[in-house]
Every structure is written in structure tokens, then in C-alpha cells.
């Protein structure tokens, strides 16, 4: 007999893990996304009701998709039987109204949907990240659609996780699942996959960084962002072979993940990389790190996920701060600023010549940076810099602008306290 935490522990798995999969296979099938995804919510809200009374089935995401079918073939034939009766009612005013869209027969929607099907599941469930990564849609639409629809979080989850009230979220949504529906932006894998795939990336590693170091909580660490952008970069690369920027992108996740633990104290507070204790690092998920970096590099064709993850990598295989091999780290950042022109790949470049070679050869890096003047981390980095080369009062003025322009509470702290420490040098 399950408990009342297994039962909870899967309808969480059913949701995180397969409501997507059965979202995708469905909305392929019945070509609207918007029934499928309402076939799905109440699927899952079936769940909720009776499995505690039931038990758990033994076949939890075939039960999913079979009552999330039959919940979509129950609709289609209420709508069929209306329009019946509506076209007998009202001929003219049905062919007046019939240059919207058309309510599909159900006969041959359950053909559609119980017939088997040859395509694997794996493209299903790249179609549905593509569709919620298309270019029509603005960033924080394309984020908030990746985690409801493939990640299977619910609107109240979202919001809580994005730091948004859950009316405007559910809007956000709302309104993406409408201009899908009313564009006929199709459920397709284009032929030139690579450009599609760079979008998704960009939304998960905006998901992960939000997570990572939230820019507006007091928490410095937001696991529940940080595991779902892993869990969600993991199933990309379970449905597109060996991509090897997915592979970089899963690889830098992992190997952040790693030391979440030891990035802030029992108060709270922001605990920096050279002070961290590293032997409470994940070194099971620094292998797990490694293993996925030395396939994305095996083949050949670098990227700045997998630069990234170099980095990550450097700093996560030295033992102690002393350890760190800065010089390749300069070379990889070379690298970096070279493909991508990225402003924070500079500031982060001059940071490691800094530490490579000495404050002042950092400052000289860090005047050639532009573009972040409302980036509270420049004025951050300055400051240690400043301080370092013997020039705490301009460092005391930098750190200034550092807090007045981060909006995250542990952050703040750590920057005045250390504007405390140079003041008080």
C-alpha cells in the first residue's frame, strides 16, 4: 500500500517528468496545443483526486496520456455535437461563422490519437521546446512557457520562482498560447535545427542563472531554478544527439551545482569562491561534470557553452584558491571574448588576468570593458581592484555605485561590508 509521501512523491514526477513528454506527444497528434495542454492539466488534476484512494498505477505516464486522451476526445466530441446541433438551429449563421478556425470531427481525431505512431517521442518533445522557444516570442514569454509546458510547473510554481505575482504569469501564458494558436506557429523541427537549439539554450541558461544567483531575492541560491534548468538542458540533450553546446551548457550547470552548498554561510550571507570550503564541494557531480565536457570536446567544435564549462572546470578540479590555474583560464576567456564580443566575458576576463598577473594589469583590462555602467558587478570588480592596486578611496567610491545598483539583499551585504573593510584599511 503506498504512503501518503509516495503518492506525492509521484504525482511530482508525474508533473516534473513525463506531463511534458504526454503534452508534447498529444499536441502533435491533435494539432492544438491549448487542448492538449487542458487535456493535461486535468489529467493531472485527476491524478491528485484519485490516486491517494486508488494507489499508485504501475504504469504512471501510460495512465497520464490515456486519460489525457480520452479528457481531449470527450471535448472534441461536446464541441462536435454542438456545432451539430447548431448548424440544424442556425445554418446560415454556422457558414457566416465559418471562417474561423474548424472544430475537428471526432471520429477522426480518435483515429488521429489511438493510432499508432512511428515517430519517436524525443522529437516530440524537441518540437514543443522549439515551440515555446520561437522567435515570435519576447524572452520572459519563451522562459515562462519552457517551464510550464516542458518542464511541467505549475503557474503558482512559476511565479514564485520568476518572482512574479501568478495572475500576471498565468496572462504571460494566456496570451503565448494565443498568438501561437492565432500565427499557426506549427509544432516542427526546422531543417536548419542549430540557430533553434542556441534560442533554447539562451532560455536555460537564463533559467539557470536566475536561479543561481537570483538579481531580486535575499537568496543568493535558488535550488528550485538551478535543478529544473539542469533537469530541463538534460532533456534537450536527450533528444538531440551529442549537441555539443548542450553538452557545454549541461557540463557548466553541473559543475555550478556542484559547490550551491558552500556559496553562502549559516546567516545567509555570500561566501566568494577563494573562501568557500571546498572539501563540501559535489565531487560526484564534478565527475558527472567532466564526463559530460569530455563528450561535448571530443568532437571538435567549440562553443562558449563549452568554454564556459572549462572554466567552471579549472576552478572546480583545484584544491585549494592557490591551485587555480589562472593563466589557461585568461586563455579560455580569451577565447570567449573572441567568439562572443560578450561586455561580461571582458569584466570576467580581466578578472582573471588580475589574477593571473596583478591588479594593476587587471585595471588596464578593465578600462578596455564597455557597455556595463549599470552592471553592479563591474563596479564591484573595480573596487577590488582598486583596493588591491593601493587606491581605497576611488575603491570606496566604487563600491558605493556596486550597492546602490544590485538588487539582491546578500549582495548588498557583502559589498558594504567589504566598502566598510576598505574604508576602515
Known sequence: MSTADDVDAALTRLAREESGRVLALLARRLRDLDLADEAVQDALATAARRWPVDGIPNNPAAWLFTVARNRAIDRLRREASLRRRTLTAAPDLVRAADDGPMIPDPT?????????????????????????????????????????????????????????????????????????RDAGIPLTIPVDLSERVDVVLGVLYLVFNEGYLSRSTDAVVRVDLVDEAIRLTQALADVVDDDPEVLGLLALERFHRARSATRTDHAGDLVLLDDQ????????????????????????????????AVIARHHAVACTAADTDWPSIVAAYRQLVAMTDSPVARLNHAVAVAMADGAHAGLAELERVDGLDRYHLYHATRAELLHRAGRPAEAADAFAVAISLTGNEAERRHLTRRRRAVLGA
Open 108 to 180: 477522426g481525431t480518435d483515429a488521429m490519437i489511438l493510432e499508432p505512431d512511428e515517430q519517436p517521442l524525443a522529437d516530440d518533445q524537441l518540437r514543443l521546446m522549439l515551440l515555446c522557444c520561437h522567435p515570435a516570442l519576447d524572452r520572459d514569454t519563451q522562459v515562462a512557457l519552457t517551464l510550464r509546458l516542458v518542464g511541467g510547473l505549475t503557474t503558482a510554481e512559476i511565479a514564485a520562482g520568476l518572482l512574479v505575482q501568478e495572475a500576471t504569469l498565468a496572462q504571460r501564458i494566456v496570451r503565448a498560447k494565443r498568438k501561437i
Open 277 to 308: 570550503d571546498r572539501t563540501r564541494w559535489d565531487r560526484h557531480e564534478i565527475a558527472a561534470a567532466e564526463r559530460i565536457l569530455v563528450r561535448a570536446i571530443r568532437q571538435m567544435q567549440p562553443g562558449p557553452y563549452q568554454l564556459q
